[in-house]
């Protein structure tokens, strides 16, 4: 089959790889029908998280039809459309049996690698290196899927796959945001990024019943879009005072929750005096998120490229008594939720899909998405 | 671990051995699984005997069937000894492994082992714990050093996978 792959340079080359087989008796093989690109991948391209090899697979948000169900599979049959939740986990836990499934303890293949990264495993993840689960890729003609009665969900006949697709990961890493932060009837909520995730943590804000959402970023047409399709106010970084806008939104208090939602900074590298002297990125967004928010409010984290960050005021948590907390998405959750709201016309996402290209020219894509030269927010594939 | 109820195994065999010296053994305290080697100890066996511990979402009836070590753990013979304990809170069953003095590392086992026996140990023990959660041991895609180089490659899309 064809698939995007990452190459020894750091390019990218759609390239001829075999089929992928069942491998566990709870897997699936899906057809895949779109399969979006993701800012997380940005981080995995600039090279700040190492461990990709040349030939692995990218992409981990995508829906396809099943053409292949594994013996213990119970809820899927062959000829199903399904959105996949972009993270792998078993339904069986501890953490998954108490609603935590991106902690799920047997989501990785390789634990060993995961605690060695993290300090305990966590949820796999498609198309990602080998430490973070061990499952190639989505921008491809064929995926594996494990764990499918677990991470795989039909899609409801009236949700076009445009829309269904955002299901798989940004729909529920936007409303974790905006459901981790606890954000109650009347709440002033301010979310920084207006991307995919911070335009759907937005959403959800509103849709748990926020009274006023302002979204923060630096690029304008992401904004206006932010406006148009989510009805949000919103805040240019580049020629504001941040904090003192958000003031005058909320009556001087400060947003009750903020949730960062910026994603990876894109082509931001750590170079080999970085490495040497141990100089970490300042998590800008967070700290800025940190100081605005009203005393006792709530500061949800998303940005999983983070990684490792210094400068941040711990004494502001303190002295404002705050309550910081982040998290990936719970798909396995709140999928089924997101697809219900999906066809209802609650949760609309398919203006995130600004550009579709056929996954020949994937590569092309990335590049769009990466550069933002005529404003792509979401690159989506379609390798059939 | 609570020391009621506690079952608590020292052994590396196999079937009957393992299921005797789990009864022989109930009772044993929790503080041997904290404690720490000493720098001698560690300068002996070239590693520090540290306890490898993981928690199975099941309770020990479930992860020992029978008093019958799991087969990953049977793979590693007489060169470990292992504790079986239920965890606090409801939370299932402690299950610790640890490298024996001087073992003889069967077969591959020795093979695969490098500089840090422990490691082995650790991924076995949470093979075993993903068996009795979800009855498998979860495996990954092929790799790309298994697969061989990407070819390059613009055809049209093919109607299904190849096999």
Redesign the interface.
């Known amino acids: 089959m064809r698939a995007l792959c990452w190459t020894s340079g750091g390019e990218l080359t759609v390239g001829q790889v075999p089929d992928p087989e069942l491998r566990n008796d709870h897997d699936v093989i899906v057809r895949v029908r779109r399969s979006a690109t993701c800012g997380a991948d940005l981080s995995l391209l600039a090279g700040q998280t190492p461990g990709l090899a040349a030939g692995d697979v990218l992409g981990h948000e995508f829906l396809g039809d099943v053409i292949e169900v594994g013996p213990q599979v119970r809820r899927h049959r062959v000829g199903d459309r399904v959105v996949v939740c972009a993270s792998v986990a078993c339904g069986a836990c501890w953490y998954c049996r108490r609603g935590l499934p991106s902690c799920c303890d047997n989501g990785s293949t390789d634990p060993i690698a995961n605690e060695a990264q993290w300090g305990h495993p966590v949820a796999g993840c498609f198309g990602q290196p080998r430490a973070a689960g061990g499952f190639a890729g989505s921008h491809a003609e064929y995926v594996r899927v494990p764990y499918a009665d677990v991470g795989a969900f039909p899609v409801p006949e009236s949700v076009g796959d445009d829309r269904a697709v955002f299901a798989s990961d940004a729909a529920p890493t936007g409303w974790l945001g905006a459901e981790g932060a606890e954000v109650r009837p009347g709440d002033v909520v301010a979310v920084w990024g207006a991307g995919a995730v911070g335009q759907l943590a937005a959403r959800a804000a509103w849709l748990l019943g926020a009274e006023r959402v302002i979204v923060v970023d630096r690029h304008p047409a992401r904004l206006l879009m932010a406006r148009q399709h989510i009805g949000v106010e919103t805040i240019d970084q580049r020629d504001s005072d941040v904090s003192a806008q958000l003031r005058e939104f909320s009556g001087g208090r400060g947003p009750d929750v903020c949730v960062e939602a910026v994603g990876g900074p894109a082509g931001e590298h750590r170079t080999l005096a970085d490495r040497f002297t141990g100089r970490t990125r300042v998590p800008e967004a967070v700290r800025e998120a940190v100081y605005a928010c009203r005393k006792g409010g709530s500061v949800f984290v998303l940005n999983g490229a983070a990684g490792h960050v210094d400068a941040f005021p711990v004494g502001t948590v303190v002295h404002k008594a705050l309550t910081v907390r982040g998290g990936r998405q719970h798909g396995q959750r709140h999928i089924p939720m997101l697809l219900d709201r999906m066809a209802r016309d609650e949760l609309r996402t398919e203006h995130l899909a600004t550009h579709h290209f056929p996954l020949e020219r994937a590569a092309e894509g990335y590049a769009l998405f990466r550069d933002r030269p005529d404003e792509c927010l979401r690159a989506v594939f379609t390798p059939h | 671990m609570g020391r009621v109820g506690t079952v608590v195994a020292v052994a590396g065999a196999l079937g009957v051995a393992a299921a005797r010296a789990a009864r022989t053994a109930v009772g044993r305290q929790r503080a041997r699984l904290t404690s720490v080697p000493g720098p001698t100890e560690a300068r002996r066996t070239g590693h520090p005997r540290r306890w490898q511990v993981v ?1 199975v ?1 099941r309770p020990p009836e479930q992860v020992l069937p029978s008093a019958v070590w799991p087969e990953p753990l049977r793979r590693l013979g007489d060169a470990v000894e292992v504790e079986v304990a239920r965890a606090p809170g409801g ?2 069953t402690e299950l610790a492994a640890r490298v024996r003095p001087h073992a003889d590392w069967p077969g591959l086992s020795a093979h695969l082992l490098g500089d840090d026996p422990s ?1 082995l140990v ?2 076995t023990l ?1 093979q075993v ?2 068996l009795a ?4 041991v ?8 298994e ?1 061989g ?7 049209p ?2 109607d ?4």
Do not use: F, N
């Open positions: 928690t979402d939370r299932g490691l650790r991924r949470w714990k993903q959660e979800t009855g498998e979860l495996r990954a895609d092929r790799m790309p050093d697969r180089p990407v070819v390059p490659d613009v055809r899309s093919s299904g996978p190849q096999r």
